[in-house]
């Protein structure tokens, strides 16, 4: 068995309406799904992908409506790296990030920036044979835009610890150092770690939750007792309605996911209508009348667009 690679990496926020303007307007990325935090459906979760809301290019948020900022620590991801084909694509992101007042620095095919929210972001030129996953945007021409998960940076102060879980479990494959591949039949992502700062994490705006990789849904039983009989006390398997999904901390303290890779976001919508409205998973239906109300509302960031 292998992971694909990245399936999603889900961040929190204590903005929504600029947490959509950064990544569906500046970005250029693809809202998805509007839908809840289905482990505490009073509060957003909001998906971003390419055109087809695939896995390996999707960002996901939990909204809590005026968190405080938070701060990457020991045991917490903190760099997410996207993909872009070429030196000009960072010349055109350069430029734009400019104009939307964000500040950026540029160091060896990479351009490194934060949200709005202080999350580290950075786009990488990277040769693969990994399919783009690209969105569209009128204002970013498509050779241009962000093609998927690169791959996360976490903290950790000893990541020698967790060598035998992402190799001899997980099957990643060592890179060198502190670094490692998830590399499956489609597609592959890095993962790799660095020392922490000496300040202590704090969970809040602009920080990870969780990292997810890719299983094949056939297989995703066996990653459960794979993951267990390696003592990570991971949770039962949880069907999410678009995924399935199983969570465990890893020896460092990130917490991960595995997510299948289907049925996917057009499972409930039209793939031409995606993220237009507020969508429940079916079992949460029933709480619409009294979940809605309580959300900030969002419009759709596509709305005005030529179709």
């Known amino acids: 068995m292998r992971l694909d690679g990245i399936h999603h990496v889900t961040c929190i926020t204590g903005n929504a309406p600029g947490n959509v303007s950064f990544y569906a307007g500046t970005l250029g990325l693809r809202m998805v799904k509007k839908t809840v935090n289905q482990d505490d459906p009073t509060v957003y979760h909001l998906f971003y992908a390419d055109e087809l809301g695939s896995p390996g290019a999707d960002i996901t948020f939990f909204e809590y409506p005026g968190a405080r900022r938070g701060r990457a620590g020991d045991g917490m991801v903190h760099t997410l790296s996207w993909r872009v084909a070429s030196e000009a694509a960072l010349d055109f992101w350069e430029r734009r990030l400019s104009d939307f007042g ?5 160091a060896d095919g990479r351009l490194v920036f934060a949200d709005p929210e202080g999350l580290r972001l950075e786009l990488v030129v990277r040769e693969t044979a990994d399919a783009p996953l690209v969105a569209s945007h ?3 021409p498509s050779e241009l835009a962000l093609q998927g998960f690169d791959g996360v940076r976490a903290f950790a102060s000893a990541p020698e610890r967790s060598s035998v879980v992402l190799e001899s479990v997980l099957g990643f494959v060592s890179v060198g150092g502190a670094d490692w591949e998830a590399r499956g039949d489609s597609r ?3 993962f790799g770690y660095d020392q922490p700062p000496a300040e202590r994490a704090i969970g809040g705006a602009g920080t990870v939750h969780h990292i997810a990789f890719s299983s094949q849904t056939a297989e995703h039983e066996a990653w459960w007792q794979t993951v267990g009989a390696a003592g990570l006390h991971p949770s039962p398997v949880i069907d999410r309605f678009w995924f399935k999904s199983i969570y465990f901390r890893e020896p460092s ?6 997510a299948t890779l289907g049925p996917g976001f057009s499972a409930d919508e039209d793939i031409e209508h995606l993220g237009e ?10 709480m619409r009348e009294r979940v809605e109300p309580k959300l900030t509302p969002l419009p759709d ?4 667009w030529a179709r």
Do not use: D, Q, T
């Open 277 to 286: 409205k507020l969508i429940l998973p079916p079992s949460f239906e029933h």
């Open 188 to 190: 592959g992502g890095f």
């Open 102 to 106: 964000v500040a950026s620095s540029r």
């Open 301 to 304: 960031p596509r709305a005005g």
């Open 253 to 258: 303290g990130v917490l991960f996911e595995l």
């Open 138 to 140: 009128p204002e970013i």
